[in-house]
């Protein structure tokens, strides 16, 4: 049973920055397909970026392109998501989820995540 912990939420202002970890319990570069995902008060779970097996796509939902960044420190087994230049509509949870899938087609799809952490709460002001 893979567990993920995350870490770094907060209260940050509009356009500041903040970096919320993901600790998970085993070994994930080369055997998950990784993501973060978040829940705004009243709204569905969406997708806000991925990572493949081997790190080398990194798809993000369109709104946070060009401001958030999904890295993994293998040595840790830690991944991160940098959020920057935040907005007041990038305020909810924050979940990282690890994904035992053989097809990478699913990566924005909550469904296809087998392993969630209990989510951070990221609160930006304006």
């Known amino acids: 049973q893979v567990q993920l912990a995350e870490s770094g939420g907060g209260l940050v202002q509009v356009g500041g920055s903040l970096r919320v970890s993901c600790v998970v319990s085993e070994r994930t570069f080369g055997n998950y397909i990784m993501g973060w995902f978040r829940q705004a008060p009243g709204q569905a779970r969406e997708f806000v970026a991925a990572i493949n097996r081997g790190g080398t796509m990194t798809p993000y939902r369109d709104s946070v392109k060009g401001r958030f960044t999904i890295s993994i420190d293998n040595a840790k087994n830690i991944m991160f998501l940098q959020m920057n230049n935040l907005k007041t509509e990038d305020t909810a949870v924050y979940y990282c989820?690890?994904?035992?899938?053989?097809?990478?087609?699913?990566?924005?799809?909550?469904?296809?995540?087998?392993?969630w952490g209990q989510g951070t709460q990221v609160t930006v002001s304006s």
């Open positions: 989820a690890a994904s035992k899938a053989v097809s990478w087609n699913g990566y924005a799809r909550d469904s296809a995540y087998d392993y």
